[in-house]
C-alpha cells in the first residue's frame, strides 16, 4: 500500500510541467534582473582573469570549475584554441582585499550574463569569491542542455558579520567536519567561522606553553595548532573569518582539571560528561589567573590572525564567588560591589591583556556592564531588548537570539529573526552598531555524522537574512529556494542529506524490508525533535559517550513534509469558491502514505528493531492523528458535517498525538485540527467571507485546544 501510493505521488509530479526560469539563488541579490535567452554551457567554457590575479582567486575558480564539472559531466578546457581565443566567463578584479579578512572587507560584486559571454565584476577577491558562488547557483539545465539565464546582478552584503558557530567541545568535532561546514559556509556567503574552543565538556585546542590544558582537558581530542593554521588557510581562501571562543570565568571546568589552583574554591576538578551550567569559575583575586591567561591569550593571538577574540563570559553562576570568604573581602576592598562588579574586573582585565597583544574583544551579552571599556563587542543571546540596550550604550553588536539553530526551530522562525527590523527604535549611530549576527550550533545532541542535518539547510535561511535586502522576507519563496540550495549544499559535500538512510539502515536492522526501510524513512520525515531544552527530559540518563543514533538523531527540525502538508490544507480549506480536487487527493494521499508508514513502523519494524520499540508510540500516533484527517477529509468532500460531539473527541485524539514520545514530535497536528474544525463548521462557511472563515476556525480551534487541555 504504502508504495503504491509513493508512485502514484511520482507519477503525478512527473506530470506537472516544468517551471520557467526562476529565481533560485540563496541569499537573494541586492539586485536582480533576468532577461530573456541563455547562455549555453559547453565543453568549451573557460575563464579569463583581467586585472588583478592571484593564487587565492584562482584556487575559487577552480574550485568552481570542478563543482560545475561535476553537475553537468562536461570536462571543460578541451579545446585550449577556442577557449582562450573566446573565454565564456571574463573575471575583472580590482585588487586583492584584505590581506587578512576583516570586517572591512569589500564583498560586492556584479554579474551580467548575456548570451554569449559572462562578466564577473568585484572590487576585491573576496569580491569575486561571492560572485562564484552566485554563477553556480544559477547553472540550469533543460532538453537542450546545461545554462545560465541571461541576467544582470549588482550585489553587496546588508550585514559585514555574518557567521556560524561551532561549538566543537561538548561534542568533539573533528578537523573534516569543520572543512565541509566552511564549504557550505562559502557557498551561502558566511563570512565567520566562530569556534567555540573551551567549556565545562573539553579543552580543544593545543597550547605550546600550558600543554597541560589540552593533555588533561579533552581526552586527547583538541586541535594541535597545526590543524588550526590549516583551517584558518582554507577559510582564508573563502572569504571566511576564523574567531576563536575561550570561555572564561566561567564554564571553566576544563581549565581547572590541570590547574585547580586557579579554581575559586579549592577541589579536584574533573572534566564534566553531563550539560547545564556548572560551578567551577575562574578566580578573578587571583594574580596567577591572568599570568595564565596573559600567557595562553597571547599564544593565541599570535596562531589566530583575526582581529577579534570571544573570552564567553556567559553563565556565570556566581556559587563559588558567594562562598569564598577571600573573594567576597576582595570585592569589598575593591569597591566592586557585588559579583557583577567583580566580573566586570575580571572582563577589564582579559581586555587589557588582549589589547596588549592587539586584539579587540567579544563575549556573550552578560559581560554588558557599564564600566566594560567600550571597544568591546556584545554577542547578544537571551534578547532583542539586549541587543537595544548594548548599542544604546556605543556598543558594538552581533545578535545571536533567535539564530539557536540548536534548539530545533522551524526555518520560518529564525528567517523572520532581523538583526534590525523595520520598526527597531534607534538612531542611525546607534543602527551602524548592529554588525550583523550568527547561527550557533551547540553541541549536546551532536554528533559528527547528524551535526550537518542540523545546520543545514536552516542556516541557508539565516544567511539570506544577515545577507539580503530587509525586503526579501517572502517565507513561502524562501522555502521554496530552500530546497534547491540543499541540494547545492550536498553537492559541495555537506552530508546533511547523505548521512540520513545509512542511520535509518542501521536503526532497522539487518532483517528489515524495502518495504519496512521505506517506512521508516516516511515516519522519520514526518516528525522533529522536541524543541528548545527539553530534550534531556527525555533522555535523563545521556551523557557525552551517549551515542547519538536514536530516531530523534535522525529527525530533521523542520519537517518538509509537514510543511508541505499545512501549505496543501491551507490551499484547501481556505480557497476562493469550490475547492480543489487535485488538492483533495495529494492531501488524501499523504495521510495513507503516513497511516500506512505509522502502522509499519509501530507493529512491525519495532517488535525486531530494540531501538525503534521506544518510538512506537509515537508512529501509531502519526497514524492515528493521519487516520482523523482522513476523516475529516471525507467529511468535507462529501459535505456531510459530523455528529454535534465529533469534533471534540477528536481534538481530545490530536492533543494526545502531540505529546512527544521518544523525543520526536508531530508538527503536523495543527493542520490536521484545521481540517477537524473546517469539517465540524463547514454548515457556517457560506456565512462567512474567507479571512472570516480564517479567524472563525483559529478561534475554535485554540478553543477546543484549551478545553480539552483542561479535562486531561
Sequence with gaps: MLLTALALTIGQLAADPAPAVRNNLMPEPAELKFMAGRFAVTPEFSVVVRGHDDARLREAIARALRRCEERTGLTFGANEEIASSKPALIIECQGPGQAIPSLAENESYSL?????????????????????????????????????????????????????????????????????????????????????????????????????????????????????????????????????????????????????????LPGKYSIERRW?????????????????????????????????????????????????????????????????????????????????????????????????????????????????????????????????????YSTAQHYTNDPLPAANGLSAAEQKLILGGEATMWSEWVSPENIDSRIWPRTAAIAERLWSPRDVNDVSDMCRRLDIVSARLEEAGLLHEKNRDPMLRRLAGDNATEAERLALRVFVDAVEPVKEYTRGGYQKDATQFTPLTGLVDCARPDSRAAREFAGQVEK??????????????????????????????????????????????????LADASRVASEALKSLDTGTTPAADWQIKQFALLNDAAHPRAAVELPIIPAIKLLVSAAAEQNQRAQFSTEEWRRHLEKQISKLSEDVKLKE
Design 276 to 408: 547545564g551550567v556548572f560551578d567551577p569559575v575562574l578566580d578573578p583575586t587571583n594574580e596567577k589567573t591572568y599570568e595564565l591567561l596573559d600567557g595562553f591569550l597571547g599564544e593565541m593571538c599570535a596562531l589566530f590572525p583575526d582581529t577579534y577574540i570571544h573570552i564567553g563570559g556567559d553563565e556565570n553562576n556566581g556559587k563559588q564567588w558567594t562562598a569564598s570568604p577571600a573573594i567576597q573581602e576582595f570585592i569589598q576592598d575593591h569597591n566592586l560591589k557585588d559579583n557583577a562588579g567583580l566580573h566586570t574586573y575580571f572582563n577589564s582585565r582579559v581586555h587589557e591583556i588582549l589589547k596588549r597583544h592587539g586584539k579587540s574583544m567579544i563575549g556573550w551579552d552578560e559581560i554588558l556592564h557599564p564600566d566594560l571599556p567600550h571597544d568591546s563587542v556584545i554577542q547578544s543571546w537571551r534578547g532583542a531588548d539586549g541587543l537595544a540596550d548594548a548599542v544604546q550604550r556605543g556598543f558594538k553588536t552581533i545578535l545571536s537570539h533567535g539564530y539557536y539553530i540548536d534548539l530545533m
Design 112 to 264: 551580467e550574463i548575456t548570451s554569449t559571454q559572462v562578466t564577473l565584476r568585484a572590487a576585491t577577491v573576496v569580491g569575486a569569491i561571492r560572485g562564484l558562488e552566485t554563477l553556480l547557483q544559477l547553472l540550469g539545465a533543460d532538453a537542450d542542455g546545461y545554462f545560465f539565464p541571461v541576467a544582470v546582478i549588482h550585489d553587496q552584503p546588508r550585514f559585514p558579520w555574518r557567521g556560524l558557530l561551532i561549538d566543537v567541545c561538548r561534542h568533539w568535532q573533528p578537523i573534516e567536519v569543520i572543512k565541509r561546514n566552511l564549504d557550505g559556509m562559502a557557498l551561502v556567503k558566511l563570512n565567520v567561522l566562530h569556534l567555540h574552543l573551551s567549556e565545562d565538556q573539553g579543552f580543544r585546542i593545543e597550547s605550546k606553553k600550558f600543554p597541560e590544558l589540552q593533555k588533561k582537558g579533552s581526552d586527547g581530542n583538541y586541535f594541535t595548532q597545526e590543524q588550526m593554521r590549516d583551517i584558518i588557510a582554507y577559510a582564508a581562501a573563502r572569504g571566511i573569518r576564523v574567531v576563536p571562543e575561550f570561555d572564561v570565568p566561567g564554564h571553566a571546568t576544563s581549565w581547572v582539571v590541570s590547574h585547580p589552583e586557579l579554581a575559586s
Design 572 to 621: 484547501f480549506i481556505f480557497a476562493e469558491g469550490k475547492p480543489d480536487a487535485k488538492q483533495l487527493e495529494t492531501i488524501a494521499r499523504q495521510l495513507q502514505i503516513w497511516i500506512a508508514a505509522g502502522d509499519c513502523v509501530a507493529t512491525q519494524l519495532s517488535l525486531r528493531s530494540p531501538q525503534l520499540r521506544a518510538v512506537a508510540p509515537a508512529a501509531k500516533a
